[in-house]
């Protein structure tokens, strides 16, 4: 069975421009999970979902940054306008709502804004 | 400040020695859990540790927790150059209400270099 799925894996873009990232997780999971990943600040998480609902956006650091699941086999991370402090690597995780402890990890988006 | 810190930051070690890497939390917690995470991977799951268990041991990883100094211990015994990885540890923290917030806080990690 494939595991979470993200896409791009890599992403450069020119400050301003907006940067949408994708994450498919594993079939079966119900909550979602997206977090960045930098040296200074280390592993944070931005939002999840269960059930396809925003359960808590508390770590979504400003208005630039959105995030969707309008079905349960697909998440987007939009980043509108984006800007060079954005650079990190952007991960995507699923698991069991009742398992949510026990957390998969997709392979990561590494985005880098000039 | 990070919920889990991970003690010692980096940690290097020769093939057939044994790591020993540190976390400390801050909050009542329900579980901790490790993770590693190669060199531009993601992470993965090694071992769940619950609030009520002191102990607990999967293949050549040993996990201990203390709740009432708020830290846990990774012990990964006759190491291999493939454990050279990043390790964090991850807390499930508990509310006022006794049950979970349903998110991981993870720590900053520690780089660990196992060398042939």
């Known amino acids: 069975d494939a595991g979470v799925i993200q896409s791009p894996r890599h992403e450069v873009t020119e400050m301003g421009q907006e940067v949408t990232l994708r994450c498919k997780p594993i079939s079966g999971h119900n909550s979602l999970f997206w977090y960045r990943q930098t040296m200074m600040r280390g592993l944070e998480l931005l939002i999840y979902?269960?059930?396809?609902?925003?359960?808590?956006d508390s770590g979504m650091p400003e208005d630039r940054f959105s995030a969707k699941m309008p079905n349960a086999s697909f998440s987007t991370l939009k980043i509108q306008p984006s800007e060079p402090r954005d650079s990190a690597v952007y991960f995507c995780a699923s698991s069991l709502w009742g398992q949510r402890e026990t957390q998969y990890f997709g392979p990561g988006t590494r985005l880098l804004v000039l | 400040s990070q919920q889990g810190e991970e003690d010692p930051q980096a940690l290097s070690i020769q093939e057939g020695e044994n790591a020993t890497m540190n976390c400390s939390y801050k909050?009542?917690?329900?579980?901790l859990q490790w993770y590693r995470q190669n060199s531009g991977r993601g992470l993965v799951h090694l071992i769940l540790i619950r609030s009520n268990e002191r102990e607990k041991h999967s293949g050549r990883l040993r996990v201990t927790l203390d709740t009432s100094k708020k830290s846990s211990s990774l012990l990964i015994t006759a190491s291999r150059a493939a454990d050279t990885a990043s390790y964090f540890c991850?807390?499930?923290?508990?509310?006022?209400?006794?049950?979970?917030?349903?998110?991981?806080?993870f720590g900053q990690g520690t780089i660990l270099t196992v060398h042939p």
């Open positions: 909050t009542s917690i329900n579980n």
């Open positions: 991850a807390t499930d923290e508990r509310n006022a209400g006794g049950t979970s917030y349903g998110k991981l806080t």
């Open positions: 979902f269960n059930n396809n609902v925003p359960i808590d």
